[in-house]
């Protein structure tokens, strides 16, 4: 007992002038420059305003049908369970590093038969042995704390993971969604240039038909017309995948995708991002950057308590009979052992190891300055499509009734044989292009508006 705490003693000694280093904490990064959304006056005057990413999804995306896709989505989809899968792993892992504070204790009966021969005749002997072997690594150079704080670490990163998965599935199930709007609303549109290009088409053969016109008029006119009818097939089969797009993000059987009619689509006023230290809290993968970077910050601090004394004790406790040809009864088994193992000369390998370590450990401090740089920039991109789509509506919107007034009147002017098929069909043509590009801006600018919330950190609540 004496040799132990000699033992322990020296140990102690060792890590009180030599080990401090490594039972340090890891620090979170938390510096974020104050421009990192950009510099432009529509991000810094909404930089006081609360964020919307402090929102919920549910609270983000009001549409009921919308709602219910989304819900369908967490509960079902096959990549979001396997990161909730992944958490529990993480989570076992965090146990049994717990764990490993305790002595490890071990059962290994034996029995074992002698024969002899004893006054002429065969006689036996049992043997046996009941041991319970104690093995104990104490954990006086942190070897234990740092596999924890380690363990700790991946649980975090496993969990921001599954947030990570789970905003991007919201984004993308969204998007889709505003996707089959739009698609509705541009079939729409081409169902009824359809009607109106149709009565054109007769308009334009009567004329043929009473020396007003050339049959050139006519082939152009259902060139057109047969080109409305080609993009309302193929703007069908777009919704068709679409809604398969969508079924896969269920995990479910292709099958028609309840939506909502388009509806008017407005850009907020003010667009508030938070302040910038908010990505440090909101946005998970720059959770992640962090703890990958504290998984790193641990490894190091791992292979520096390779360098400093391994001390532990062993015990056997147990009962056993080991008399050989003569039978005895059993003895009681009490054995203690204390040992020290300080590592001398290990042919380079734990200072190639801790060198690793830190190069390693400065490579993802890299990689989380990079996230953050790439977090910032995205928020300035989404603010920027934003921007440009609420400018755009308006202009399209005029437009559009420039265009009407001009389809109407050249139309008209055609009946009364004052305008040419070619006035006309440049009209009907403006006209359909103006309202497609319309939708197309709408829905620009509300999948512009969910990357804002997803890239502020959105979609993780």
């Known amino acids: 007992m004496k040799r132990l705490f000699i033992i322990i003693a020296v140990s102690v000694m060792c890590f009180t002038f030599t080990g401090c280093k490594i039972y340090n904490k890891y620090t979170s990064q938390s510096q974020v420059s104050s421009n990192i959304y950009g510099t432009t006056e529509d991000v810094t005057a909404a930089q006081a305003d609360q964020s919307i990413a402090e929102l919920s999804w549910?609270?983000?995306?009001?549409?009921?049908?919308?709602?219910?896709?989304?819900d369908s989505a967490i509960a079902n989809n096959t990549d979001l369970n396997s990161a909730r899968i992944a958490v529990e792993q993480s989570q076992a892992s965090l146990k049994a590093a717990k764990l490993g504070y305790l002595p490890s204790i071990s059962f290994a009966p034996s029995v074992g038969v002698n024969s002899y021969l004893n006054e002429g005749s065969m006689a036996s002997t049992f043997t046996y042995n009941l041991p319970l072997q104690i093995d104990w690594n104490l954990d006086i150079f942190a070897v234990n704390t740092n596999q924890k704080r380690k363990a700790q670490a991946v649980l975090a990163q496993?969990?921001?993971?599954?947030?990570?998965?789970?905003?991007?599935?919201?984004?993308a199930v969204a998007q889709q969604y505003c996707m089959l709007q739009l698609l509705d609303r541009q079939l729409e549109i081409l169902v009824n240039t359809d009607s109106l290009w149709n009565t054109s088409l007769e308009t334009q053969k009567s004329l043929w038909e009473n020396g007003k016109a050339f049959s050139?008029?006519?082939?152009?006119?259902?060139?057109?017309?047969?080109?409305?009818?080609?993009?309302?097939?193929?703007?069908?089969?777009?919704?068709?995948?679409?809604?398969?797009?969508?079924?896969?993000?269920?995990?479910?059987?292709?099958?028609?995708?309840?939506?909502?009619?388009?509806?008017?689509?407005e850009m907020p006023q003010r667009l508030s991002t938070g302040v910038?230290?908010?990505?440090?809290t909101n946005r998970p993968d720059i959770k992640m950057a962090d703890h990958m970077l504290e998984e790193a910050f641990y490894n190091t601090q791992a292979a520096r308590a390779e360098f400093y004394p391994k001390v532990s004790l062993q015990g056997l406790l147990g009962w056993g009979n080991n008399s050989g040809m003569i039978p005895n009864p059993?003895?009681?088994?009490?054995?203690?052992?204390?040992?020290?193992?300080?590592?001398?000369?290990?042919?380079?390998?734990?200072?190639?190891?801790?060198?690793i370590s830190k190069l390693s450990e400065e490579d993802v401090a890299q990689k989380y300055v990079q996230t953050v740089i790439n977090a910032g920039n995205q928020v300035n991109e989404a603010l920027a499509d934003c921007q440009a789509a609420s400018e755009k509506?308006?202009?399209?919107?005029?437009?559009?009734?420039?265009?009407?007034?001009a389809y109407s009147g050249t139309h008209e002017l055609m009946d009364n044989g004052k305008a040419n098929?070619?006035?006309?069909?440049?009209?009907?043509?403006?006209?359909?292009?103006?309202?497609?590009?319309?939708?197309?801006?709408?829905?620009?600018?509300?999948?512009?508006?969910?990357?804002?919330?997803i890239a502020l950190g959105g979609g993780t609540k």
């Open 393 to 405: 509506d308006k202009y399209y919107k005029r437009q559009l009734d420039v265009l009407h007034e």
């Open 158 to 171: 496993a969990e921001a993971h599954q947030q990570l998965v789970q905003a991007n599935i919201i984004s």
């Open 421 to 453: 098929y070619l006035e006309v069909l440049t009209a009907q043509e403006s006209l359909l292009s103006a309202q497609i590009n319309e939708a197309t801006n709408l829905y620009e600018g509300s999948r512009a508006l969910i990357a804002l919330y």
């Open 276 to 280: 910038p230290a908010q990505l440090l």
């Open 216 to 265: 050139t008029a006519v082939n152009q006119m259902e060139n057109s017309y047969l080109n409305v009818k080609i993009q309302i097939v193929d703007v069908r089969r777009r919704i068709r995948g679409v809604e398969n797009a969508i079924c896969q993000l269920l995990a479910i059987a292709p099958q028609h995708i309840e939506r909502t009619r388009w509806s008017s689509y």
């Open 58 to 70: 549910r609270e983000f995306f009001t549409d009921p049908l919308l709602q219910n896709l989304i």
């Open 330 to 355: 059993g003895t009681l088994l009490l054995n203690a052992l204390a040992s020290l193992t300080q590592p001398i000369f290990a042919q380079g390998k734990l200072r190639a190891n801790l060198k």
